[in-house]
């Protein structure tokens, strides 16, 4: 049996990314459920960078994580970890008056952001039908993520300073020894002086099975689906298209036209799969609001986004076992947050100063505190 400082359960973007922030510092193990690391949650997301359209939390988060994603460390990525993709906003006839409140709002915060015509959309988004678009706006301020070359990039950082990262092994019965936590897996035994929950959709299960708490993550799906594009539209230059009140997005992804329906419906922690209605609303949205024929879905499916009761991440010491720590409810923004959230995370665990950039956007870590929900 070999010892460590911390263990960290789930090798998904909030895990992987501790682990390289706390390598350096102290000796880490990751202990990974599935075959491949980032299998559910993370492998599955649309990969939109944002610094607008989320909580208030999440846009900080956001703005403290742009600088890493513009300059990683050297060494990290040998590709750009952004992509402008720029977005459009739009709305029907029916959601004039709520256009022009989302409008207003936007223009206060970004003097970038761009009215557009009817025609100046059509001409912008060729896939869009001028009988639904009644009006728009162009924000340049979407990226697409690189999450495989994020991925790797914190799974190399970490390995370099010593973590050791497993997969394929499940924690099946974790007991005390003296100081430590022996954790009996598949792939034999590991003692570690702290366990960090960074289990996504299991996160509850998984403090339930050491005698924590649970805080109430509840997992939800999101669908998407992918379909051909119209021949002579070129996918590299497409933006991302979001409905005013987000009832669905589009963007390109592989060539093709990615479509989710934005559902966020609560389900069991699993290896999801889509719904045919929710698969169904997708395609419908993508031929009510574009001219694009539905004629075959070339792959669908779900995801995982876990949420805790106040839609806020939960992050730090539990309460009634200071050796263990909640690293979770990310809220489908982890890979968007993760350079933030990641270096906190780490402070935390160490026990010193918050990370640069959270004073300067006015964001507290301790709204993210697992005592906010622990009764």
Known sequence: MRDYDVAIIGGGIAGLSLAYFLAPHRSVV??????????????RSAAEFVLRYNTPEVCALAAISKSFFDKPPEGFSEVALLKQRGGVIIANAEKADRFEEVFAEESRANAEIQRLTVDEVIA??????????????YDPHFWDIEV?????????????????????????????????????????????????????????????????????IV?????????????????????EINEIDE????????GRLLASPADATPCEPADVQPEEIDVAWAAHYIEEATTVPVRRIFKSWAGMR???PDKLPVIGFARDRPDFFWLAGQGGYGILT??????????????????????????????????????
């Open 30 to 43: 990751v202990i990974e459920r599935e075959e491949g690391l980032g299998y559910h949650s993370t492998g």
């Open 124 to 137: 912008r988004v060729p896939i869009l039908r001028r009988d639904y678009v009644a009006a728009a706006y």
């Open 148 to 216: 495989e070359n994020l991925v790797q990039g914190y799974v190399r950082g970490a390995r370099r300073h010593g973590a050791t990262i497993v997969e394929r092994s499940d924690v099946l019965a974790p007991r005390r020894d003296g100081d430590r936590w022996v954790l009996t897996t598949s792939a034999g035994d590991v003692g570690a002086k702290t366990i960090v929950n960074a289990a996504g959709g299991w996160a509850d299960p998984v403090a339930d099975l050491f005698g924590v708490a649970p805080v109430g």
């Open 219 to 239: 997992p939800h799906r999101r669908t998407a689906i992918t379909v051909d594009l119209p021949e002579g539209i070129d996918a590299l230059t497409l933006p």
């Open 247 to 254: 009832d669905f997005y589009m963007k390109p992804e592989g």
């Open 306 to 308: 876990s949420f805790s």
């Open 338 to 375: 993760s350079p933030a959230l990641g270096a906190l995370a780490a402070n935390l665990v160490i026990g010193t100063t918050t990370p640069d950039g959270f004073e300067a956007v006015g964001l507290d870590p301790s709204k993210f505190s697992p005592t906010r929900l622990e009764k």
